[in-house]
């Protein structure tokens, strides 16, 4: 009898196709038919889906159309870090949001909060229009951003720690390398068609119209994930969560572990928090460069990471999360002091900052998000996520809105030993140091099983040659999709 070939773990083209017969919820699937192997690869396969359309959703309403509505805004400095800001502000109520996954579910709570969070940019699509104060829509502006960041904490609180159960342990980091991958090229291509569509507004006079018409299509694309999202089973028989107390808040402080990657990422998302906001601005206002040319950046960064993210995934699950962490904070450290060298016209640190800049950011934010899965037990994991993200959050926060009070103090250019500097490039260079300082942290992390960075290379060598042609994690791995 021939053997049938085993569905690939990622065949993201013909997921919509199910979308468009009717078929029961896995919520009326039993707990058995839940945590079948079949149904958690389907899950997987409906979640790289909905991450490519999320990456797009993102690219209508974050980075360069961010500071696209902050210059039609004429939003200053001051207030530009405050909004980048918002999103990490809002891990305060992280605590809140592990109780709800606690009580209601990680997928229940994920959908509910994404869903209401996405379709939040539907005031945007007529505020330029509206005949008020430039003020009022300011203030508009603002209410929404920290609104969808609130509840994108709640609903990503929720995801993760539904994705933490749904996807087994061992196969984590391959997961969601190419799971990464694949968000990342959705991600390049809407950023490119967002910055296009936005310059071409702006030189026919009609930024404003622009900016509705992406408002509009982000709702659009955020009610088709919402749909994705509840095609997606419950993680398979988790374990009962007991009732949350005021005890369990602490409990991230007394594990060793947990304590010293909270103090890493409190550290280094100040040191980021403190330039992160201001890049973009930097380029629009500082090095001429249009929204085309920032979305060219932004894409050629995301591109870099596709290509290095598969690699990275597989040297996560080799050698571990710390020798990742430390392979790229000492190299993250040093980019924003490489900005203060560009110019309009030697933009060269620019394009370095994308191949550096989108590699090693590739291989950051995977170890970092995968680690307190890994150190932290998985009860009341909710709890240990949520430390983890306010602990980074409200540090990215402060720093970020210290950083834009700081440019605005400071004169836009100065001459100093000779060279024109801007507020951005102090900043920048302020941020360097901050990293540096960071990286001693780092060094205590403390994870089981993590081997020597010496490890790194030889581990992440054999996935690159595996990429190169053409191979995923490989067809029998979806078979190995199980508790």
């Not at 696209?68 to 305060?92: H, I, M």
Request: proline content about 6%; aromatic content about 8%.
């Amino acid at each position: 009898m021939p053997v049938k070939a085993r569905p690939r773990l990622f065949a993201p083209f013909g997921l919509f196709v199910p979308l468009l017969r009717p078929a029961p919820l896995p919520e009326s699937a039993d707990k058995s038919a839940r945590a079948s192997p079949g149904t958690v690869r389907s899950a997987l396969r409906y979640s790289v889906a909905e991450g490519a359309l999320a990456e797009a959703f993102t690219a209508c309403t974050s980075n360069a159309m961010l500071t696209a509505w902050a210059l039609a805004l004429d939003c200053k400095p001051l207030l530009f870090g405050v909004l980048w800001a918002l999103p990490y502000l809002a891990q305060v109520v992280q605590f809140p949001a592990a109780w709800l996954s606690s009580r209601l579910g990680g997928r229940k709570t994920a959908i509910a909060a994404i869903a209401i969070a996405r379709q939040l940019q539907l005031p945007l699509a007529v505020l330029p229009l509206l005949a008020v104060s430039l003020g009022a829509k300011q203030a508009v502006f603002t209410a929404v951003t920290a609104l969808a960041a609130l509840l994108g904490v709640v609903g990503n609180n929720g995801w993760t720690t539904w994705m933490g159960e749904l996807v087994p342990s061992r196969l984590r980091g391959r997961y969601f390398g190419r799971r990464t991958a694949v968000c990342t090229l959705a991600g390049t291509i809407a950023a490119l068609g967002a910055g296009v569509w936005i310059d071409a507004a702006r030189r026919h006079g009609l930024e404003r119209e622009g900016l509705c018409c992406m408002a509009a299509l982000a709702c659009g694309i955020g009610a088709l994930t919402s749909l994705l999202m509840r095609r997606q089973c419950e993680a398979p028989a988790a374990e009962p969560q007991p009732a949350p107390c005021w005890s369990t808040l602490l409990e991230p402080w007394r594990d060793g572990a947990v304590r010293s990657a909270l103090w890493f990422n409190l550290a280094w998302n100040a040191a980021v928090g403190l330039a992160a906001s201001f890049f973009l601005l930097h380029m629009a206002e500082n090095l001429g460069m249009g929204f085309l040319a920032i979305s060219i950046y932004c894409a050629a960064v995301a591109v870099v990471r596709m290509l290095t993210s598969t690699a990275w995934g597989a040297a996560i699950d080799r050698v571990g999360c710390k020798p990742v962490i430390l392979c790229c904070t000492v190299g993250i450290a040093a980019i924003p002091a490489l900005w203060t060298f560009a110019g309009p016209h030697h933009l060269w640190p620019v394009a370095l900052d994308v191949l550096l800049g989108g590699a090693l950011w590739a291989g950051f934010n995977q170890a970092t998000f995968q680690l307190p899965l890994r150190i932290s037990p998985r009860r009341n994991r909710a709890f240990h996520l949520a430390a983890f993200s306010t602990a980074g959050g409200l540090a990215f926060a402060l720093a970020s809105a210290v950083g834009g009070a700081f440019a605005q103090a400071l004169p836009a250019h100065f001459l100093l030993r000779g060279h024109v500097w801007t507020g951005f490039e102090v900043l920048f260079i302020l941020s360097t140091v901050a990293r540096l300082g960071a990286v001693a942290l780092a060094v205590r992390l403390v994870e089981p099983g993590a081997q020597r960075v010496r490890n790194l290379w030889p581990a992440a060598g054999a996935p690159l040659q595996l990429a190169a042609q053409g191979a995923g994690i490989g067809e029998s791995a979806p078979a190995r999709i199980e508790k």
